[in-house]
């Protein structure tokens, strides 16, 4: 089975764009979850979407939004982008949600500038 | 202070020794990750417990829900163990009422 994959993997972009990033689970898996991971913070849980519905929501600002669609592929958006924004963002899709073993994405390196 | 908490930052160790990293947490949880993390930024998920004890290979993971600490044991490290190794705890009722709350990370470095 192929793996998790995210797509860019690197991106530049300034301050007040936004961004779209990408993230094509493993077939048959149907939750999708993201992270931000940065030097400061660490890893953050960001979202988690299961059969195109967000089903759990971390401590993040409106300008995180994400979806999810019906063959279980994933977007996240982030509007108005800020400098603190640069950071790792991971996903991680199962078969049914966190209490099922996750497999990682290798990341998508957002820059802010 | 936060509420997991991961012992040592920092680790060194040669090539064979029999390594613990630790971590401990503060609010009552249904699960706990172990996560790896080489250089590049790649996570594989190593373990996902609730109680007990799991093994894999050179890896043992052990909780105590009563004490609310965890360990992740590398029995014969090899250079290629080298990485950050992560904590994670889900807490929350259930379902989709749940929150993941990760650790700062152990930097794992074995020298040949």
């Known amino acids: 089975k192929a793996g998790v994959t995210q797509t860019p993997r690197y991106l530049i972009k300034t301050r007040g764009q936004q961004v779209t990033l990408s993230c094509s689970p493993i077939?048959?898996?149907?939750?999708v979850s993201w992270y931000q991971q940065t030097p400061g913070q660490g890893l953050q849980f960001l979202f988690e979407?299961?059969?195109?519905?967000?089903?759990n929501k971390g401590n993040f600002p409106g300008r995180f939004s994400g979806r999810q669609f019906s063959n279980s592929r994933s977007e996240m958006n982030v509007s108005t982008l800020e400098l603190g924004d640069s950071a790792l963002y991971l996903c991680?899709?199962?078969?049914?949600?966190?209490?099922?073993?996750?497999?990682f994405g290798p990341g998508t390196r957002l820059t802010v500038t | 202070k936060n509420e997991v908490e991961q012992s040592p930052q920092n680790l060194t160790a040669q090539e064979g020794e029999f390594i613990t990293i630790n971590c401990s947490y503060s609010?009552?949880?249904?699960?706990l990750h172990w996560l790896q993390q080489h250089p590049g930024g790649g996570i594989v998920s190593l373990f996902m417990?609730?109680?007990g004890k799991k093994k894999h290979g050179r890896l043992i993971a052990t909780i105590n829900i009563q004490e609310k600490h965890s360990s992740l044991h590398i029995t014969a490290s090899h250079p290629r163990d080298s990485a950050v190794y992560i904590c994670?705890?889900?807490?929350?009722?259930?379902?989709?009422?749940?929150?993941?709350?990760f650790g700062k990370g152990t930097l794992l470095t074995v020298n040949p």
């Open positions: 417990l609730s109680s």
């Open positions: 609010v009552g949880i249904s699960a």
């Open positions: 994670a705890v889900r807490s929350g009722s259930g379902g989709s009422n749940y929150k993941l709350t």
């Open positions: 077939s048959g898996h149907r939750s």
């Open positions: 991680a899709s199962s078969l049914a949600g966190a209490h099922y073993e996750q497999y």
């Open positions: 979407y299961f059969s195109e519905t967000q089903r």
